[in-house]
């Protein structure tokens, strides 16, 4: 573990009562069906091999899956240390704790807490943070061979109830705040950054946008 970071509340709302629960789930029941999608995209594109960079990526549940299915490393990066017991116990009952780091850092604000990985990886992450281009784009600048996201669909339902949530986490005095960011909005940073963004699933609560890296002389 290496770095400091502002967490913005998200300790508050993410923390280690929620970590010990999610790890007992995922014992139980494997990885949820947003998870499996992104695991299921990333072994097709190739992960022999590979590294992975999970921003957010809490207990470590998808690094374990991709690990298993032949990635060579990965690196975790969070607000908070709130998951890090729960999440080096998984580790280490699944005996990959080797092959895994993680650190505490923003990198959308401090570029250096990683090094450029073969993968990039958002699970549930992008509602989390208020300037969406900035995070995005710092995760393409990390990424060698393609980025993967979910979000949150943005209609006039979710924005209201986003609103509502927000409104509630003021009133109790909490700094974290969640977002429905325009889609379009990741997909051009993506094309900007030289990846290729398309929606592989739009569910009811979460979207998976994908963005392999464009290769030479194609059309995005």
Not at 38 to 55: F, K, R
Not at 115 to 133: A, G, Q, S, T
Not at 140 to 155: E, I, S
Not at 175 to 203: D, I, N, Q, T
């Amino acid at each position: 573990m290496a770095g400091c970071c502002d967490a913005r509340g998200c300790d508050k709302v993410f923390g280690p009562r929620l970590a010990h629960q999610l790890a007992s789930r995922y014992r139980r029941r494997g990885l949820d069906r947003t998870s499996g999608r992104l695991v299921d995209w990333l072994v097709g594109q190739g992960i022999e091999g590979a590294t992975v960079l999970e921003i957010g990526g809490g207990v470590g549940e998808i690094q374990l899956e991709l690990l298993r299915r032949g990635a060579a490393r990965t690196t975790n990066l969070e607000l908070s240390s709130a998951y890090d017991a729960d999440a080096e116990a998984l580790a280490s009952e699944a005996g990959l704790k080797g092959r895994m780091t993680r650190r505490l850092g923003d990198i959308a604000v401090e570029a250096g807490v990683a090094d450029v990985h073969d993968f990039v990886v958002l699970n549930r992450v992008v509602c989390c943070y208020p300037d969406v281009e900035r995070l995005v784009g710092a995760a393409a600048r990390h990424a060698g061979r393609a980025v993967v996201l979910t979000h949150p669909p943005r209609h006039v339902g979710s924005v209201a109830t986003l609103a509502v949530e927000n409104v509630v986490l003021r009133i109790l005095g909490r700094e974290y705040r969640a977002f429905a960011h325009p889609p379009e909005v990741m997909e051009a940073v993506l094309h900007e950054s030289g990846f290729v963004p398309r929606h592989v699933h739009k569910g009811a609560f979460w979207h998976v946008l994908t963005g392999p890296r464009a290769v030479e002389g194609t059309v995005a």
